[in-house]
């Protein structure tokens, strides 16, 4: 069943996260940092375990981030992720959010789930808000992707400046 986190389910949320960032597939999240952005999550609950979960975090008026896209290992290849990122999408729509868009080591999936590949260099606000401190900022190997889910979206820029230069 895949429904909104809640505070109850950090912990497991931590678990699958840190359990990808050890390998250093994701960033690393805090108890605190996933407290505090609980209502951006959803998660898969199977026989009462939370299996995977997903965060869409709105970045700008037409523009959200999937991220902490996490599935148990021992779950994979159930749908999971897919039911995720549908959840994810849906929420996009009701929030009026034109795109979303992820940064994965598994740019496949997403294109199965309608996604395209994009240069990095369209999402400066995304580069300049996490990215920079990310001990793989310079030799990032992640592919960014993008789905559009809402009506007219404004184009994006190449020339854009960061959101902390406006």
């Known amino acids: 069943m895949t429904r909104k986190a809640t505070t109850e389910d950090v912990p497991a949320i931590q678990r699958l996260v840190n359990g990808y960032a050890d390998r250093d597939l994701m960033l690393p999240r805090s108890l605190s940092q996933l407290y505090e952005n609980v209502r951006d999550f959803h998660v898969v609950e199977e026989r009462g375990e939370v299996v995977a979960c997903?965060?869409?975090?709105?970045?700008?008026?037409?523009?959200?981030?999937?991220?902490?896209?996490?599935?148990?290992?021992?779950?994979q290849k159930k749908g999971f992720a897919r039911?995720?990122?549908?959840?994810?999408?849906?929420?996009?729509?009701?929030?009026?959010?034109?795109?979303?868009?992820?940064?994965?080591?598994?740019?496949?999936?997403?294109?199965?789930?309608?996604?395209?590949r994009i240069e990095k260099a369209l999402l400066p606000r995304k580069v300049w808000t996490e990215c920079v401190?990310?001990?793989k900022f310079q030799g990032c190997t992640e592919v960014a992707v993008i789905v559009e889910v809402g009506a007219s979206p404004a184009p994006l820029r190449l020339d854009a400046q960061p959101v902390a230069e406006r």
Request: with cysteine; net charge negative.
């Open 133 to 135: 401190y990310c001990p």
């Open 83 to 116: 039911s995720i990122v549908a959840a994810c999408i849906s929420e996009a729509r009701s929030l009026g959010v034109a795109r979303v868009f992820a940064l994965t080591y598994v740019p496949e999936m997403f294109e199965r789930l309608g996604f395209s």
């Open 54 to 75: 997903g965060a869409l975090h709105v970045s700008w008026k037409d523009l959200a981030e999937l991220k902490s896209l996490a599935v148990a290992e021992h779950h």
